[in-house]
T-cell receptor, first 115, second 117 residues
Framework: EAGVAQSPRYKIIEKRQSVAFWCNPISGHATLYWYQQILGQGPKLLIQ????????DSQLPKDRFSAERLKGVDSTLKIQPAKLEDSAVYLC?????????????FGEGSRLTVL | AQTVTQSQPEMSVQEAETVTLSCTYD???????LFWYKQPPSRQMILVIR??????QNATENRFSVNFQKAAKSFSLKISDSQLGDAAMYFC??????????????FGTGTQLKVEL
């Protein structure tokens, strides 16, 4: 079974530029999460989707971050304009559904460096 | 809101020895899941072990076991017979069973484990 796929693995941009990250969850997984992991910290949830609807985006900086999951499968996370403090690893995770009591399955992450 | 605290930023262990990583959490819920995740340098989070709060028996997975103290809200990870491949960042995580809250994972800040020859 294929795991969670993310791209690109690495991205370097100048501040005020834009960037987009893509995630393809495990086939059949209804719930998709985007986490931000700043160096030396634990991952922090940015947004959670159930199919193509948003469940939780309370910690998403909506003035610069946006995310979508149009067909309930792939998801894109966009940052525009980027700030220095956005330098982090962006982790995508999925699970079978909200009622699934077990673990989340993570991708390898996308490392963003903002100069 | 739930919080997870890992008070050991770094730990070291000799190969073949045993090490215990600490985790405490705060919640008002009675049913939940707790997890330990391993994050090697490649960054992909891998599940190590999980514990359902309603189970009194501590979970065990081969060389990995937990000491779950529900009343004390403590959830430590014991790694026996440590191997070089165990070197990684370890995260403790909490997951609510209340789906209305989205049942997201809340992570601690991690413990970097070094394994020495």
């Amino acid at each position: 079974e294929a795991g969670v796929a993310q791209s690109p693995r690495y991205k370097i941009i100048e501040k005020r530029q834009s960037v987009a990250f893509w995630c393809n969850p495990i086939s059949g997984h209804a719930t998709l999460y985007w986490y931000q992991q700043i160096l030396g910290q634990g991952p922090k949830l940015l947004i959670q989707f159930q199919n193509n609807g948003v469940v939780d985006d309370s910690q998403l900086p909506k003035d610069r971050f946006s995310a979508e999951r149009l067909k309930g499968v792939d998801s894109t996370l966009k940052i525009q304009p980027a700030k220095l403090e956005d330098s982090a690893v962006y982790l995508c995770a999925s699970s079978p559904g909200l009622a699934f009591p077990g673990e989340l399955f993570f991708g390898e992450g996308s490392r963003l460096t903002v100069l | 809101a739930q919080t997870v605290t890992q008070s050991q930023p770094e730990m070291s262990v000799q190969e073949a020895e045993t090490v215990t990583l600490s985790c405490t959490y705060d919640t008002s819920e009675s049913d939940y899941y707790l997890f330990w995740y391993k994050q090697p340098p490649s960054r992909q989070m891998i599940l190590v072990i999980r514990q359902e709060a309603y189970k009194q028996q501590n979970a065990t997975e081969n060389r990995f076991s937990v000491n779950f103290q529900k009343a004390a809200k403590s959830f430590s990870l014991k790694i026996s017979d440590s191997q070089l491949g165990d070197a990684a960042m370890y995260f403790c995580a909490y997951r609510s069973l209340f789906t209305g809250g989205g049942n997201k994972l809340t992570f601690g800040t991690g413990t970097q484990l070094k394994v020495e020859l």
